[in-house]
């Protein structure tokens, strides 16, 4: 497959995003209900304001998409990618491994040294991605302090975590 091009999307790229967006396959997993174009607006307005959001072009076409989220502080070396989402035309055809890998390498030329993926569990496919991209199961969720225990709760959401940066102690 030929590398694709990354980059923070703009504008321009409105029309291409929201069809991937609200695609039947793909919107269940990005927190969203199913809306107009209207109300995409201010939704994709804070995707383009976080200054994380790319875009990724294959052919010259927006094929995908993620969030980048460089943690701060001491966690500086550690970036959050998702949501992260391709056209239903790239699916099954390794695009959105290819994507999350080129995402990766890109990041960890900038410095990254540890990356979080989360998908949701009930989206067999992120799972499989994600599984592919780590080569080895994803581990679950972090379990929140004891205190927030209260019952309830969602188990919906999968996470992993992997690459070479130092170890952390103490939360």
Known sequence: ???ALHRLATWNDFDRVYEIYVDPAVIPYLGFEPMSRADFR???QNLLASGVFHVVELEGT???FYKAVRQEGRSSHVVTLGPLAVAPERRGSG???TMLEEAISQLRAAGVLRFELMVEADNPRGVRTLTAARRA???PRRAPPPARR???GSARSRCASFGSGPRRSGG
């Open 1 to 3: 497959m030929t590398t």
């Open 42 to 44: 201010p939704v994709y």
């Open 150 to 152: 209260t019952g309830g």
């Open 62 to 64: 927006v094929d995908g």
């Open 137 to 139: 199961p994803p581990a």
């Open 95 to 97: 695009f959105a491994a």
